[in-house]
């Protein structure tokens, strides 16, 4: 009898860890997806040199993926083609299993 109930709470356990590492391993995924979100929104905003239509389009995909994406530029009065912006990327980040959504912010800088 007692050898039962010792491999119940082991199953138990084992099962509670392989969830907890599935649960882990999907934030993870979820994060790096939307570092590599930005990454490529960036990137494309530079290669326009901070095009509205770009950046508008970057907005448009990154609200299908549940993120916000806000561009602030900046362009300096002396040369009009130089222009600079702030990128900023908000997700969610939540695991599941332990009942924990928090909002995590990237940020990257377009030149």
């Given at each position: 009898?007692?050898?039962?109930?010792?491999?119940?709470?082991?199953?138990?356990?084992?099962?509670?860890?392989?969830?907890?590492?599935?649960?882990l391993?999907?934030a993870s995924?979820?994060?790096?997806n939307?570092?590599?979100?930005?990454?490529d929104?960036?990137?494309?905003?530079?290669?326009?040199?901070?095009?509205?239509?770009?950046?508008?389009?970057?907005?448009?995909?990154?609200?299908?993926?549940?993120?916000?994406l806000?561009?602030?530029?900046?362009?300096?009065?002396?040369?009009?083609?130089?222009?600079?912006?702030?990128?900023?990327?908000?997700?969610?980040?939540?695991?599941?299993?332990?009942?924990?959504?928090?909002?995590?912010?990237?940020?990257?800088?377009?030149?």
């Amino acid at each position: 009898m007692d050898t039962i109930l010792k491999t119940f709470v082991s199953m138990f356990f084992l099962l509670l860890l392989l969830f907890l590492g599935a649960n882990l391993i999907s934030a993870s995924i979820d994060a790096r997806n939307a570092q590599a979100m930005l990454a490529d929104a960036v990137s494309e905003i530079e290669a326009s040199n901070c095009a509205a239509s770009v950046i508008g389009e970057w907005q448009k995909v990154a609200t299908q993926h549940d993120y916000v994406l806000a561009v602030s530029s900046i362009s300096h009065s002396d040369t009009s083609e130089k222009r600079y912006a702030t990128a900023t990327l908000t997700y969610t980040y939540e695991i599941p299993l332990l009942s924990f959504t928090d909002e995590h912010v990237l940020r990257a800088q377009v030149r």
